[in-house]
């Protein structure tokens, strides 16, 4: 609800006489009325989002949408039986321990509790609060207000650490879960007993989880092995051989602590046998080891130690593996330089002689030198240090750079000669070179920016001034820079970076808040677009965060002006980003997806150029049907309507709307979808689409097929009934390989307990997080029933049982080839059954299965049927010419693959010869070889179809009918252009659309036929279409000779303006209303007057005798001259020459007026009719008499009125009362902007600043108003 305030000259009046009546202290007099400020007078509008505005500001009158906040609060309910509350003689409800135990529980957790007394004298309590507080405030409410019961469990010991979980999480977990406490006891405590204190109920299923645990821990073994660490390298053996041939051969996992970590215990895991012989395995190695080897120990400087380590300890395996003997080295952090060397006595002396020579063959030496000599010793290009590396390749030079130091690396010999021929050279340079240095203090926030980006900066200006540059690190925390090298170099650099230190102290720094999802889109590909914007601001630094760090802040600067500049300018563009980003999902059926992308992606690319969107489809390999659009909203939308255009084209696509009370939507959609989802799945995957929440719609619409729609709409209304009625809702846990066996082929399982029961069961979906949790919904009875029968199906999968049968061992590679396919398959559809084949060459036959009871009986029952199908396989083959298989395969092999899936049969196709496809060049007809030319059939023409007889026929026959043909079709040679099309468009459309190939003969060869290939079924309907598209092309050339008559006219050039009118108004209307072209004669032409008219005879007939009557209405007009005052002509005229126009309009003349600079300003020029001419001016006579009065008068008041400047006070405040007989002295302001300096007030009686309406008045200088518009 909003008031407006009218003022009118009475209120205005009255609130002046009031401002009067007030006093102003030290103001004005006591006689004067209070002058407002021009600010006061006349405040300005609020700017939206204004940058001063503050967050804690209230909302202004113009109004702020008030977001809403969503509470996020849960509330839980439990009970309390009389038995089991811990304090019962409170003699009044609410009073005594129980309260002061939930203020306290309330305190500490921050949930909200209520507690009420039921009839039993049981306790209900209603905890409300977040998640986290209400499951704390749970269960400190049942730990304190109820009585406690204790349980022990045992399990292994070894068990306990699954039971705590990584970091305690798994325990935190169970203990919220069942609201109990659970002790386990400490690793150094020899007690198994875990003791659980809680209610009953928590105790039951704290006990039920923790020995679930256990027994998953059972079937699997762990050793640990504590031996000495000394002979742990004899274990592994070199390069760890030995440990792997132990794993391969005993199957058990074997983890050797590396050498860095001080542990002594190996693991070993796996099954319980494979664990004890590997155990057996390693002690019998350890034992061996024990008794045969002996130690000696050898001093070696700790610098070469990495030398007889080698790369990734690589050279000790060596020695390992030649000598077989361990060395053990002491930690790098370690002082010590004693080696130790273990192994049998007669190889330790070989082990020796090896460790002095590695530890010999290489030296590390450092020379000194300044950092700033450092570039004159490498020498241009390279070229002295170059000298050196060449005569002595082994030897590795290397320069740090800032520090005074080289390296050299290599030989003995070789590292000595390289010193001595680098100190040669320092020697020689510092004699020839002349140095100097300086140290600036530079604040140490620039030192990054001084740097740039990977060094960019500070290396530019090392190789411009060839000076070395030394910038303090982070960690040193001072401000002193270095720079050493040739006197002016130092110079130019130190002024340099003075400048560049000057640059960055004047900048300022902007951070923008950019969603990250729009940075990749700012920066464009490969960085093309934030390229642009850098080159609009070269002076601004743009710095956008990496993508690791998902921060939103994106960085600017420079000065401040720029800055500001630019982060206007990306603001824009990030709000037309936001604008663009609207995403909208369309469900399309996947078998429709090929045809919305279209041939080489044309219907998709069209509708995304032409509605401006981003449309993305989901991959071949994806089960998704979602289509998702992006962009502007009404832009999706309309992209959205063209693709469900294209799907109802292509299919019966129906869509049905179902009106079902909003309150019931989010219960029929059921948790996370599963309900609805369950729904399209049984309906052949229709598509139900449930209005927005909020939207307060009731409709909710169902498309796909017909018949399943119909389906979709009984099952919805069905379950919404059933909702209202009477709900109920168990849930079921069973292992997700279980699903499949209990859904059964094809559904045939479930639907059997559907049948029986009536109850809605539905299976997770691939994206839940709960894979083993099964919802039934529907009657309590009916829900109870399923339940316990599916419960009665788990608990029989359970029982693993283990069987055999026997298969023949031809068969064997069918069913383990492929890496197991036919077993995996197996496994996933009977439950997770394990089924063994024995081993390649060991001539058995004998199969086991391992699983659930049903479902071995099952997989077996399945593997017998597979094995009679293989027994009563045949094989056929089909004779197809080599140059049609392709085709036959189809785009991806898709047809094939429809062949094999659809007749349970496999198809091999022959290896492609390329000769053979040369010789191919007998003559054909129609796809086939002509009579006089048999087709003889070769190698590589044989395709082979394996599999049942009866299915082997079914699929030859398929393939046979992929082959194409060819036929011709006769058309005009002169209508081949126009089938082609432009750019060959008509001719491409016509091959997507029907799905074949059309050859068009050469234009040079002048032939009336178009050869149509592909399948017979395709190549007929193209067939039809092409003479189709004929007869329209002969119908369209008919029209056009009839079009083609022409009539030539001659009309007086004077003439031919009037005929087109103002802007082609009239030969525009003459050519619509006859459907005629008419073409007027060019500039250049000889023959001025000729105007040719095409069209239909009639039509062009029609048209000359309207271009006649028209040049004789022309012939009778006459002009005449009037002579107006000037000074009245632009109120003639009109605004915008309105006034004129309405005026030639009625009188049906033409009113001419005269150019400015005109000799005669006065003539005005009148054309048409005599009798209208004459009307027209009198007219003009009668305004001219009527508008000078009025100018007159407005030319004698401005002669006696005073400009407003004279009355003094600058707002035209008046001198003197009104009583006075003066002017009045108008609204006064102070402070208004044209009192400013160098600014003065309008003067009203001028025409210039206050222009009569049509008037032209020269331009004048801008005033404090700002520009003028006229």
Excluded at 406 to 428: C, N, R, W, Y
Aim: proline letters at 5%; one cysteine or more.
């Amino acid at each position: 609800m909003s008031s407006v305030a009218v003022l009118t000259p009475e209120s205005f009046a009255e609130h002046r006489s009031g401002l009067k009546d007030q006093e102003i202290a030290g103001c004005v007099p006591e006689d004067e009325a209070y002058i407002p400020t021009y600010l006061e007078a006349f405040p300005p509008l609020p700017e939206k989002g204004a940058p001063g505005e503050k967050a804690g500001e209230p909302p202004s009158a113009w109004g702020s949408k008030i977001r809403p906040i969503k509470a996020s609060v849960i509330t839980q309910v439990f009970h309390v039986p009389l038995e089991e509350r811990r304090y019962k003689d409170n003699s009044q409800f609410g009073e005594g321990e129980e309260a002061k135990v939930c203020l306290d529980i309330m305190q500490r957790t921050g949930a909200h509790i209520e507690l009420s007394l039921a009839k039993d004298q049981g306790l209900s309590i209603m905890v409300t609060g977040k998640v986290d507080s209400v499951m704390k405030a749970r269960k400190e409410i049942v730990a304190r207000l109820q009585t406690q019961a204790s349980a022990t469990v045992a399990i292994p010991k070894e068990h306990h650490r699954f039971v705590i979980g990584k970091n305690g999480e798994k325990l935190q977990e169970l203990e919220l879960k069942t609201a109990t406490k659970i002790a386990i006891p400490r690793p150094d405590d020899p007690s198994a007993n875990i003791r659980i204190t809680g209610t009953k109920e928590g105790i039951e299923k704290a006990r039920h989880e923790i020995l679930l645990i256990s027994a998953e821990q059972d079937k699997r073994a762990v050793e640990r092995l504590s031996l000495e660490k000394a002979f742990h390298p004899f274990i592994a053996g070199a390069h760890n051989r030995l440990v792997q041939e132990l794993s391969l051969e005993t199957g058990a996992r074997i983890s050797i602590p590396p050498s860095s970590l001080p542990k002594d215990e190996i693991v070993i895991t796996g099954e319980k046998e494979a664990v004890a012989l590997a155990v057996s395995r390693i002690r019998a190695i350890y034992e061996d080891k024990k008794r045969k080897t002996t130690t000696i120990s050898v001093e070696v400087k700790k610098s070469q130690h990495k030398y007889i380590i080698g790369p990734k300890g690589n050279t000790l395996q060596e020695i390992l593996e030649a000598t077989g003997v361990s060395v053990e080295m002491p930690p790098l952090d370690s002082s010590s330089e004693t080696i130790i060397l273990r192994g049998e006595p007669d190889k330790l002396g070989p082990a020796l002689t090896q460790v002095y020579a590695k530890a010999k063959s290489v030296m590390v030496v450092e020379v000194t030198a300044p950092a700033w000599l450092h570039r004159f010793i490498i020498g241009k290009k390279g070229q002295n240090i170059g000298r050196i590396t060449q005569q002595l390749p082994r030897v590795h030079i290397e320069f740090t750079d800032g520090e005074e130091r080289i390296s050299l690396e290599g030989p003995t010999e070789e590292v000595e000669q390289a010193q001595a021929q680098i100190q040669e050279i320092i020697k020689d340079l510092v004699s020839l070179v002349r140095m100097d240095y300086t140290e600036i203090n530079i604040d140490q926030r620039f030192h990054r920016h001084l740097i740039g980006k990977n060094g960019a900066n500070i290396n530019r200006i090392k190789e411009q001034y060839k000076v070395s540059v030394r910038i303090a690190q982070d960690s040193e925390r001072s401000g002193l820079v270095r720079i050493e090298g040739d006197p002016k170099g130092v110079q130019l650099a130190r002024r340099e970076l003075m400048e560049m230190v000057q640059r960055m102290e004047n900048e300022r720094t902007k951070d923008l808040i950019v969603e990250q999802k729009f940075h990749r889109t700012i920066i464009g590909q490969k960085g093309e677009k934030i390229k642009e914007v850098r080159d609009k601001f070269p002076e601004v630094i743009i710095n956008f965060p990496d993508p690791s760090q998902k921060s939103d802040i994106v960085q600017l600067r420079g000065p401040k002006n720029e800055v500001e500049k630019c982060a206007k300018f990306l603001q824009k563009i990030i709000a037309d980003l936001i604008e663009n980003s609207f995403s909208l999902s369309v469900p399309i059926f996947k078998q429709f997806h090929k045809n919305i992308i279209g041939k080489g992606g044309a219907n998709i690319k069209k509708i995304r150029e032409e509605t401006n969107t981003k449309i993305d489809l989901p991959t071949e390999n994806s089960n998704s049907e979602m289509i998702v659009i992006t962009g502007k909203k009404n832009n999706c939308e309309a992209a959205r309507d063209r693709i469900l255009a294209i799907q109802r084209e292509l299919a019966n696509i129906k869509e049905a709307e179902v009106t079902i009370p909003a309150k019931l939507h989010n219960s029929l959609i059921g948790s996370k979808g599963c309900l609805v989802r369950s729904i399209m799945e049984d309906c052949g995957g229709v598509h139900i689409h449930f209005p927005s929440e909020g939207s307060g719609s009731d409709k909710v619409t169902i498309r796909g097929p017909a018949g399943e729609v119909e389906k979709a709409k009984k099952q919805l209304l069905q379950l919404a009934e059933e909702k209202q009625v009477n709900n109920f809702t168990a849930e079921l846990q069973a292992k997700p390989e279980y699903h499949k066996f209990l859904i059964g082929r094809g559904g045939a399982n479930i639907r059997r307990v559907r049948d029986r029961t009536g109850a809605r069961i539905i299976f997770p979906s691939p994206d839940d997080t709960e894979q083993e949790l099964i919802t039934i919904v529907g009657k309590e009875e009916a829900v109870r029933q399923a339940q316990k029968e599916l419960e009665s199906l788990v608990k029989n999968l359970d029982d693993v049982v283990e069987d055999r049968m026997v298969v023949d061992v031809r068969h064997h590679r069918h069913f383990v080839c492929r890496r197991g396919q036919v077993l995996r398959e197996l496994a996933e559809e009977y439950g997770g059954v394990a089924v063994s084949f024995p081993r390649t060459g060991a001539n058995s036959q004998r199969v086991t299965l391992k699983g659930a009871k049903d479902c071995v009986e099952a997989a077996k029952k399945r593997i017998q049927e597979i094995i009679e199908d293989l027994e009563s396989q045949v094989t056929v083959e089909v004779a197809i010419p080599q140059r049609y298989h392709r085709a036959v395969m189809g785009p991806k092999g898709c047809r094939i693959q429809h062949i094999t899936r659809e007749h349970e049969v496999q198809i091999k196709f022959p290896e492609r010869d390329d000769s053979a496809a040369a010789q191919e060049v007998l003559p054909q007809e129609n796809g086939e070889v002509s009579p006089e030319a048999e087709f003889v059939p070769r190698k590589c023409d044989v395709i082979t179809i394996s599999g049942r007889a009866e299915k082997c026929e079914l699929a030859k026959a398929a393939l046979l009918a992929l082959v194409p043909i060819t036929e011709d079709v006769e058309v005009s040679y002169e209508l081949h252009r126009y089938i082609i099309g432009q750019k060959g468009i008509g001719i491409r459309k016509m091959m997507e659309d029907y799905e074949v190939n059309i050859w068009v003969p050469q234009p040079e060869k002048q032939l009336d036929v178009i050869k149509v290939t592909g399948l017979a079924a395709n190549v007929e309907r193209a067939k039809q279409g092409l003479l189709e598209r004929v007869k329209e092309l002969q119908a369209e050339q008919e029209d056009r000779a009839l079009r083609s008559f022409k009539v030539t006219m001659s009309v007086d050039p004077k003439f031919h303006p009037k005929i087109i009118g103002r802007k082609g108004a009239v030969i525009s209307q003459i050519r619509k209303d006859h459907d005629v072209s008419i073409q007027f004669p060019d500039k250049g032409d000889e023959q001025q007057d000729l105007i040719v008219i095409s069209g239909y005879e009639r039509n062009v007939e029609e048209a000359r005798q309207a271009i006649q009557q028209l040049v004789a209405e022309l012939q009778e007009m006459v002009s005449q001259d009037v002579h107006l005052d000037p000074r009245t002509h632009a109120r003639i005229i009109g605004a915008r020459g309105k006034a004129i126009r309405k005026l030639m309009e009625e009188f049906k003349v033409d009113i001419r007026f005269p150019q400015p600079g005109s000799d005669e300003p006065d003539k005005v020029t009148v054309t048409g009719l005599p009798e209208t001419v004459d009307n027209a001016i009198d007219h003009l006579l009668n305004l001219e008499e009527e508008y000078l009065l009025s100018v007159t008068e407005t030319e004698t008041l401005a002669a006696y009125m005073k400009p407003p400047s004279r009355y003094g006070g600058g707002g035209g405040a008046g001198a003197g009362d009104d009583s006075s007989g003066g002017p009045a002295k108008g609204f006064v302001v102070r402070d208004a902007p044209w009192n400013a300096a160098g600014n003065k007030a309008p003067d009203m009686s001028s025409a210039e600043d206050f222009p009569t309406f049509g008037t032209v008045v020269a331009p004048k200088q801008a005033s404090a108003w700002g520009p003028k518009k006229f």
